[in-house]
T-cell receptor, first 117, second 108 residues
């Protein structure tokens, strides 16, 4: 149990275009989902936290108009990178909390490798 | 800000023991996690400490001292598949703050 999926696993897009990444909790209802970004050899950095049906809370320095987060249901959250630039190339990972797991547990998705050319 | 420090790299021999230290200074504290992450993959949960002391789980053990802002992850009987990055993360409020990770290389 407690499986989180992400789609796509890899995406290449051209500079200036937008790309959407989906995060799904497959066998539990995720009351909260988190979006992280990880640059090579660096730590996971929390970008934003989303609760189902409410607006996402963004971390300092993360542009909410550039990284659009939607958490429309208890099993799906999406991250849209708008007007992508090469510096947005990174590994994006979502995690979800909820279900039968302990309150402290976050279950991570497999990540999405975004390359902007 | 949140400050979580761990060594960048460690190398050990198959069958040996390795200890990865983590020190932290954070705005709050609701527990400390250790995750394993293979290259290009998501982190997988290894351990969670919220009270001082040692938690043992098979070949992996984790220790916490809240007064010292210190934790370690102990990997015993190292196997080649243990070659990975190990992330220390502190939970404060509802968030996780991660260290940069320690890359462990296991040699035959």
């Amino acid at each position: 149990g407690a499986v989180v999926s992400q789609h796509p696993s890899r995406v290449i897009c051209k500079s200036g275009t937008s790309v959407k990444i989906e995060c799904r909790s497959l066998d539990f209802q995720a009351t909260t989902m988190f979006w992280y970004r990880q640059f090579p050899k660096q730590s996971l950095m929390l970008m934003a936290t989303s609760n189902e049906g409410s607006k996402a809370t963004y971390e300092q320095g993360v542009e909410k108009d550039k990284f659009l987060i939607n958490h429309a249901s208890l099993t799906l959250s999406t991250l849209t990178v708008t007007s992508a630039h090469p510096e947005d190339s990174s590994f994006y990972i979502c995690s979800a909390r909820g279900g039968q797991g302990a309150a402290y547990e976050q279950y991570f998705g497999p990540g999405t490798r975004l390359t902007v050319t | 800000g949140q400050n979580i420090d761990q060594p960048t790299e460690m190398t050990a021999t198959e069958g040996a023991i390795v200890q990865i230290n983590c020190t932290y200074q954070t705005s709050g504290f609701n527990g400390l996690f250790w995750y394993q992450q293979h290259a290009g993959e998501a982190p997988t949960f290894l351990s969670y400490n919220v009270l001082d002391g040692l938690e043992e789980k098979g070949r992996f053990s984790s220790f916490l001292s809240r007064s010292k802002g210190y934790s370690y992850l102990l990997l015993k009987e190292l196997q080649m598949k243990d070659s990975a990055s190990y992330l220390c993360a502190v939970k404060w409020d509802y968030k996780l703050s991660f260290g940069a990770g320690t890359t462990v290389t296991v040699r035959a």
